[in-house]
T-cell receptor, first 112, second 116 residues
Framework: DAGVIQSPRHEVTEMGQEVTLRCKPI?????LFWYRQTMMRGLELLIY????????DSGMPEDRFSAKMPNASFSTLKIQPSEPRDSAVYFC??????????FGQGTRLTVV | DAKTTQPPSMDCAEGRAANLPCNHS???????VYWYRQIHSQGPQYIIH???NNETNEMASLIITEDRKSSTLILPHATLRDTAVYYC?????????????????FGGGTRLMVKP
């Protein structure tokens, strides 16, 4: 397996634009997590899914953020409209059960 | 509310053992100790986890004190590629309950610098 695949690796966008980050989890994994990492706040859990169902989105900063998992092999994190303070590295991770999570390489988002 | 306490940084000479401490004095009986690391510009990587017995795998050893209030991650022969931020996390493992205690919550970690 190629591991957790995120796209794009880098995204630069203008303030106010919509941004969509994508994640393909490891096949067979039933949990999917979205994290955000900044220098100031470290790694923060935004939302996680179990069997494609959102379980806890309490980490999502505000209504501008939304996440979906239409099937077991794909998830998106959308920011609309984007703001400069959303600039961060966004990680997707997946796991089978809750033993060991595998992280993707991340998407570095820059909002100018 | 931080569940673990780690030194912010440590140095280690290449080829020597790196011993990374972690305090988790409020750990519950059903919580495991997990270690992850994050090499620069990469996603976090699982290293090892344990409940109360010492554990060893191809990457590292985990030593947990008898009272479970602290643990040490040991990299037996550190290399330059082991330079990373190491995170100690306590969580309930493998549970089917969808609650916050099951989640990976990352603190500040220890920045390990392996020097030639």
């Amino acid at each position: 397996d190629a591991g957790v695949i995120q796209s794009p690796r880098h995204e630069v966008t203008e303030m106010g634009q919509e941004v969509t980050l994508r994640c393909k989890p490891i096949s067979g994994h039933d949990y999917l997590f979205w994290y955000r990492q900044t220098m100031m706040r470290g790694l923060e859990l935004l939302i996680y899914f179990n069997n494609n169902v959102p379980i806890d989105d309490s980490g999502m900063p505000e209504d501008r953020f939304s996440a979906k998992m239409p099937n077991a092999s794909f998830s998106t994190l959308k920011i609309q409209p984007s703001e400069p303070r959303d600039s961060a590295v966004y990680f997707c991770a997946s796991s089978f059960g809750l033993i060991q999570a595998f992280f993707g390489q991340g998407t570095r988002l820059t909002v100018v | 509310d931080a569940k673990t306490t780690q030194p912010p940084s440590m140095d280690c000479a290449e080829g020597r053992a790196a011993n990374l401490p972690c305090n988790h004095s409020t750990i519950s009986g059903n919580e495991y100790v997990y270690w992850y690391r994050q090499i620069h510009s990469q996603g976090p990587q699982y290293i090892i986890h344990g409940l109360k017995n010492n554990e060893t795998n191809e990457m590292a050893s985990l030593i947990i004190t008898e009272d479970r209030k602290s643990s040490t991650l040991i990299l037996p022969h550190a290399t330059l590629r082991d330079t990373a931020v190491y995170y100690c996390i306590v969580r309930v493992a493998g549970g089917l309950n969808n609650n916050a205690g099951n989640m990976l919550t990352f603190g500040g970690g220890t920045r390990l610098m392996v020097k030639p």
